[in-house]
C-alpha cells in the first residue's frame, strides 16, 4: 500500500524495521510470500463481469485461510481487505459493485500482517482487449519498478533509487506521480524510513542500510504528476485522468544484493 505524502492517519504509525535474524526473514518471506500469492489469484480471476467486491472477497478469503490480517484494514480502518482500483483511479480503490470491463486499467494492492510482520505487494492489470499504448504502459511499470530495485546496495544513498526509476521514466517519455512513495515495512505496514520518493531528491541525505525492509513502487503514468483523493477520503485520481500504473515489491537490502520478499 503506497505511502501519501503528509496525511496524519498514515505517518503516525511509523516504526523502523531492520531485519536481525534469519529467522525475521524467514516471517517476512511468509508474509511476502502469501501476498504475492494472493495477488496473483485475483490478476487471474479478474475478467470483464467480475465486481471489486468480489475480488476482494477472494483475496480476503486467501489471506485469511493462512490466518492473516488485511494491513490497510487493521491498521487505517481500510473499508476492505485489499486495495483494487478501476482507472483513472490508480491507488487506495474501495472495493464495491464496480463491474470490471473488457479495456479497464485495474491496479490491486495486497498487504497483510501475520504473526507480527507485514508484506506489501501490487500490480496493474490491463484487461484484454488492450490499447498498444496501454501494453507499454504496464511492460514500463515492471521495468521502471525493476530499474529501482537493481539499484539498491547497502551504504548507498536511498536516493539513488529514484534517480534510476526517474532516469529510465524520462528516457522513455512517462511522468512519475509524485505525492505517492515508496516505504519502509515489517513491523508495521509503513516503517521508517517512511517515504522513499522514486523520483530523485538530491537533498536527501539518508543511506541504506543493511536489513533495512522496505517497498519500490513507482507510479508511472502517461502525463500525471500528482493524484487527488475522491470524496471517499480513500481512491486517488490523476487530475487530468491520465493512465496510470504501480508495481510494488518489498525487499530486503543485503551485502549480496536486493532479496524480493514478494514473490509467489
Known sequence: MSQPLGPARV??????MTIGSEDELEQL???GSLVARTLAAMGAALEPGITTRELDQLGRAMLEREGARSA???TYDFPGATCISVGPD????IPGDTVIKAGDLVNIDVSAEIDGFFGDTGASFAVPPTAP??????????????TGIRSVKPGGKLNEIGRSIEG??????????RNLASHGVGRSL???????????EPGDPRRITEGLVFTIEPFLSLGADWVEELDDGWTLRPPGHQPTVQYEHTLVATSRGPVILTLA
Do not use: Q
Not at 11 to 16: D, E, P, Q, V
Not at 90 to 93: K, R, V
Open 11 to 16: 505517518r503516525r504509525h511509523l516504526r523502523s
Open 29 to 31: 518471506r511468509a508474509a
Open 72 to 74: 490497510p484494514e487493521v
Open 90 to 93: 490508480c491507488a487506495h480503490g
Open 133 to 146: 499504448k496501454i501494453e507499454r504502459l504496464c511492460r514500463d511499470g515492471r521495468r521502471a519498478m525493476w
Open 168 to 177: 529510465f521514466a524520462r528516457k522513455n517519455g512517462y511522468s512519475l506521480v
Open 190 to 200: 509503513h516503517d521508517e524510513p517512511g517515504d522513499i520518493p522514486t523520483w530523485y
